[in-house]
């Protein structure tokens, strides 16, 4: 290609008078790569010497033989609850209760810490300061780790996976409306703060038209994620599907536990197509 330049007396671009083989960078950077990759294999220590491929692929075996008893109460002291339709059901309403509450808290901090409203006076931007640091804290621990905390304060059961997700996605929501509010086009506010409105006029007139699409596809978006994560809080004791998958995969029942595996699979898929749908209408 650089022969095409110079045979028409044409500067030839400077990507093109690069050897691969001359190129330091890149050849510095694929070193540094493999270099990185060479020493987690080392640090991992990665030991397949007591992998059991038969057991493991009878396990699988079972996994796609399932047992629909746990579709129904399996004595007389169990009921609907305590059935794996209904514990699916339990969780897809705990991922939606956690949105919820995520939302009612986010929603008003994210206006405290987008830039573009907190600016112009050293108390707001104090404030904008401390509102990202909390997004930033909260959204930097792992659910899960929320959830454990949360079984200590609440004990086992749905209330400790609905406050430790919702604590999680308060992080990330509100990170993901500042940045949304952030992204508005100042026009409308700047014309309308010259007529002498307020702050909150501006947000009320300028601000919240702007930015109702994108709060709706991001809460969606959460939503659908949230739905996977609950399908998990259980084996932490956060209540749902999760804590019986825990319970049928400790006591090795693993027809019973193929089956929950399908449900959950099945589930997200349905969740994540319909987000997908709705998010792509609000484009």
């Known amino acids: 290609m650089a022969e095409y330049f110079r045979s028409r007396n044409l500067p030839v671009p400077r990507e093109l008078e690069r050897n691969f083989l001359t190129d330091w960078r890149r050849l510095g950077t694929i070193a540094v790569t493999l270099l990185v990759f060479y020493i987690g294999l080392r640090i991992t220590d990665i030991n397949t010497s007591r992998a059991n491929p038969e057991y493991a692929m009878g396990v699988l075996l079972q996994l796609l033989q399932w047992d629909f008893a746990i579709m129904s109460p399996q004595n007389e002291y169990e009921t609907i609850v305590d059935t794996a339709g209904w514990k699916m059901v339990e969780t897809i309403f705990l991922a939606i209760v956690a949105t919820a509450f995520s939302i009612v808290v986010a929603l008003p901090l994210s206006f405290l810490g987008a830039r573009n409203i907190m600016t112009g006076h050293p108390i707001t931007a104090a404030l904008y300061a401390v509102v990202r640091v909390i997004f930033t804290v909260v959204r930097s621990i792992d659910v899960l780790i929320v959830v454990i905390v949360a079984v200590i304060i609440f004990g086992l059961g749905s209330a400790a996976g609905v406050f430790g997700l919702a604590f999680h996605n308060i992080g990330v929501l509100g990170k993901l409306y500042s940045e949304a509010i952030e992204g508005i086009d100042p026009g409308p506010g700047e014309a309308?703060?010259?007529?002498?409105?307020?702050?909150?006029?501006?947000?009320?007139?300028?601000?919240?038209?702007?930015?109702?699409?994108?709060?709706?596809?991001?809460?969606?978006?959460?939503?659908?994620?949230?739905?996977?994560?609950?399908?998990?809080l259980g084996l932490v004791g956060g209540g749902g599907i999760g804590q019986l998958l825990f319970h049928t995969m400790q006591?090795?029942?693993?027809?019973?536990?193929?089956?929950?595996?399908?449900?959950?699979?099945?589930?997200?898929?349905?969740?994540?197509?319909v987000s997908a749908q709705v998010r792509r209408r609000l484009i």
């Open 251 to 273: 006591l090795l029942n693993y027809r019973q536990a193929g089956l929950i595996i399908f449900m959950i699979i099945v589930t997200v898929a349905i969740m994540d197509f």
């Open 192 to 232: 309308i703060t010259a007529t002498g409105a307020n702050r909150f006029q501006v947000i009320w007139t300028a601000v919240l038209p702007q930015i109702v699409n994108p709060f709706i596809s991001f809460t969606i978006y959460r939503l659908d994620t949230n739905v996977r994560l609950a399908t998990i």
